[in-house]
């Protein structure tokens, strides 16, 4: 079954091409104009993955973006004009798992859905964890059941931030270069943004951790990346 | 038609409204503003820089001392001109008054004496000389007394330090002729005063001279007061000058300063008058010019960026249908194949040209902000090479900067990176060698890029200015064959520069050009 994709764009014509574009990459896309318009096409179809530009009338991608985490894991990838630090972050705060800069090249963008649909599908019961779970003092990761538990309570994670965890926690101890995490939880080569990473563990840690501030599972391995302390 | 004069409209008609088309053109206020006598004619909403360096720098070469020597000198001068004329007018009246006194006390002394000789000559004709009679005479030290008796002069001789001869000629011919005189003269560098009168009782012509000795003491003490006063008051003036032009410059000092801060690109300097109301208006003109400067480049930098924004999404459309039409090359006839590959390889380079822009306008606007990252240089220059897509050049990667980590966003190094091998491969005959190396001398604590191309390498003179935008070189007007956006290199020192490091350009050992990139190393982590 080809990948249900929300398109929110209020520039027609982008609307328009990137549909067909997406269409020609064997996805069912479907476009909408407002961030109105996307949450009630959201709360009455089942979409795998939403495309959401930043700069939409009323409501805006980064509140657009917010509004749907409230309810939904599913993957965002934000399209913006703007690949300044400060919009970027902001969008990737609010709750995007993934970006790309207009103008992009739909052949990148493709790689971005398939690699967050690999994902996707791969999520729950991951072949590649063989391990039933894993624990560490309160927390305890199920890969084969994608929860995580924290003091036996479930915590909401989205599927970003699960696979990050999973990384992480199948080789407790090892710190994981932003590269290798980029590469592994993201599927991008050695020029992905860094960026992504550090925002992730940080949106991860408020999840987490007892102390965001001061982290007692994800740790900062200074100048190296990012480990899962034993 | 050389000569703007003021009233433009005049000069305009007047010199050339018969023969010349564009008279428009000079009435425009640019033309005026950089008109040849260098009177510049600021008009409201129009600030030309150009025209008021011009006019600055012309003014400071005219100019031979600081203002502040000036000041202190005018300050000297009028108090050195003000104090010797008051001394001038104190020394004479000084003079003159000693003098007269010195003379009526000298003639009443003289004439007491003269009562004196007349009597004791007439009561002891018989039994003493006039010699003997002065001989007797006392006077004081500086007084000499002399009698002319028939015809014949006597004087005292047991002083004998100044005789009768030593007196001015004009002055004997005078008395002896019967006329009271009284005349000052000088002698061995001393003032003298003689007094002579004929008297008729004794048929003799008496003279006394008196040594001014006093006078000439008392003038050479007021004058040498005087004098030093004077100077005094010169060196104090010219201290106060000093002192006084030190605080009105002072202000000055303090725009000079904010100036060249705003020069050096701190655009939000402002300068505040520290309620001193004269400065009030200095500080408001500064501080408005620099708001207006400041909300002008702000514009411009705003546009551009807000222009490259705007491409953004007709771009994003244009390449995506792009796209989509390559997806169906095959049911295109050849003709729109070959069409549809050139537009596709212009709207790619439209594509990086606004990419490139917006790089450039967020230097500008001083935004840019390197994504930094610790990264081996040696594997980030060897995968930037490969991201270029054109690996048929051999990278030499020497073995001791293997592990050398520098501090660097990646994205940026790739750009650097690419934008060489781009500019190599348009201007300088393809790439010869790429190598990355240990700074060395001058260069150590830095890894140096290097990227060699097979060109004819670059003129001295255009070393600097091959780093600007649009900076062309020759091979460019082959703009068939070339590429480039003409922000390529001037990127890439940005970029360079974000980074701390340094970029220049070399001729390479064995003829074509060598670029080199030197980046600060960072010191190893104890981690690694």
């Known amino acids: 079954m080809s990948a249900r994709i929300l398109v929110v764009e209020d520039d027609e014509r982008i609307r328009t091409t990137l549909c067909l574009a997406l269409e020609d990459e064997g996805y069912s896309p479907i476009g909408v104009s407002s961030g109105e318009d996307a949450i009630d096409v959201l709360s009455r179809r089942p979409t795998d993955i939403v495309l959401v530009d930043v700069m939409l009338p009323g409501i805006d991608g980064l509140e657009l973006t917010r509004r749907i985490r409230k309810t939904s894991d599913v993957p965002i990838i934000m399209v913006t004009a703007r690949s300044d630090t400060l919009d970027l972050v902001a969008g990737l705060e609010a709750g995007a798992d993934d970006y790309v800069t207009k103008p992009f090249v739909v052949k990148e963008l493709s790689a971005r859905i398939k690699a967050h649909m690999r994902r996707a599908q791969s999520g729950p019961g991951d072949p590649g964890s063989e391990m039933e779970r894993y624990q560490f003092g309160d927390l305890e990761i199920s890969p084969a059941e994608g929860v995580v538990r924290l003091r036996g309570e479930e915590v909401h994670l989205t599927r970003t931030e699960f696979r990050l965890l999973c990384e992480l926690g199948a080789s407790p101890g090892r710190v994981f270069s932003r590269e290798t995490l980029l590469e592994r939880v993201w599927g991008y080569d050695y020029f992905g943004d860094g960026r992504l990473v550090d925002v992730h563990v940080r949106r991860l840690r408020t999840k987490i951790e007892p102390d965001a501030a001061n982290p007692r599972y994800v740790v900062t391995s200074r100048g190296l990346g990012y480990k899962l302390q034993p | ?528």
């Open chain 2, 1 to 528: 038609m050389t000569t703007v004069r003021e009233d433009g409209d005049e000069a305009t008609s007047a010199a050339g409204g018969s023969s010349h088309g564009p008279q428009t053109s000079l009435r425009s206020p640019r033309l005026r503003a950089s008109s040849p006598s260098g009177h510049t004619v600021t008009t409201l909403g129009q600030f030309d820089p150009m025209a008021r360096t011009h006019r600055l720098s012309r003014r400071r070469r005219r100019r031979r001392r600081s203002l502040r020597t000036r000041l202190a000198v005018t300050f000297a001068f009028a108090a050195l001109g003000l104090s010797a004329s008051l001394s001038v007018v104190t020394y004479t009246l000084v003079r003159t008054n000693l003098i007269r006194e010195q003379e009526s006390s000298a003639t009443a002394r003289f004439f007491a004496d003269a009562q004196f000789i007349k009597a004791e000559l007439v009561d002891t004709r018989a039994t003493q000389s006039p010699a003997e009679i002065l001989e007797s005479f006392t006077t004081p030290v500086d007084t000499e007394a002399f009698l002319n008796v028939d015809g014949r002069w006597q004087g005292r001789t047991s002083t004998q330090q100044f005789t009768i001869d030593d007196a001015p000629p004009a002055f004997k011919q005078r008395v002896l002729a019967g006329i009271p005189t009284l005349q000052r003269f000088q002698f061995d560098d001393d003032t003298y005063l003689a007094v002579g009168a004929y008297i008729p009782a004794i048929d003799a012509v008496f003279v006394e001279t008196f040594q001014l000795r006093d006078l000439d003491e008392s003038l050479s003490i007021v004058g040498g007061t005087l004098l030093g006063v004077s100077g005094v008051i010169t060196v104090a003036a010219a201290l106060i000058g000093l002192y006084l032009s030190k605080r009105v410059v002072r202000p000055l000092e303090i725009v000079a300063t904010a100036a060249s801060e705003i020069a050096g690109g701190r655009l939000d300097t402002r300068l505040d008058s520290g309620g001193d109301s004269d400065l009030d208006s200095l500080t408001r003109a500064f501080n408005q010019m620099a708001d207006a400067l400041q909300a002008r480049i702000d514009r411009d930098t705003r546009f551009a960026s807000d222009v490259s924004h705007e491409l953004r999404s007709p771009l994003t459309t244009m390449r995506t249908s792009i796209e989509l039409l390559q997806g169906r090359r095959d049911e295109l006839s050849d003709r729109g194949r070959t069409v549809l590959d050139l537009l596709d390889a212009d709207v790619k380079r439209f594509d990086q040209m606004v990419r490139d822009l917006l790089e450039i306008s967020r230097f500008d606007a001083g935004a840019a902000s390197a994504n930094v990252e610790e990264v081996r240089i040696a594997e980030l220059v060897l995968r930037s090479i490969e991201a270029t897509g054109e690996p048929r050049f051999p990278v030499e990667i020497d073995a001791r900067t293997a592990a050398t980590i520098v501090a660097a966003d990646k994205r940026r190094i790739e750009r650097v990176i690419a934008n060489l091998v781009h500019n190599a491969r348009s201007h300088g005959g393809g790439v010869r060698c790429v190598s990355v190396v240990p700074g060395e001398g001058e260069h150590a604590g830095t890894v140096l890029l290097i990227v060699d191309d097979a060109g004819p390498g670059v003129p001295v003179a255009d070393r600097e200015r091959i780093f600007d935008r649009f900076a062309r070189g020759p091979a460019s007007r082959r703009r068939g064959a070339v590429e480039g956006t003409g922000l390529g290199l001037s990127i890439v020192s940005e970029h360079v520069r974000l980074h701390q490091g340094s970029i220049w350009v070399d001729d390479r050992p064995g003829g074509g050009a060598r670029f080199v990139v030197a980046l600060p190393i960072l010191p190893v982590g104890d981690e690694r």
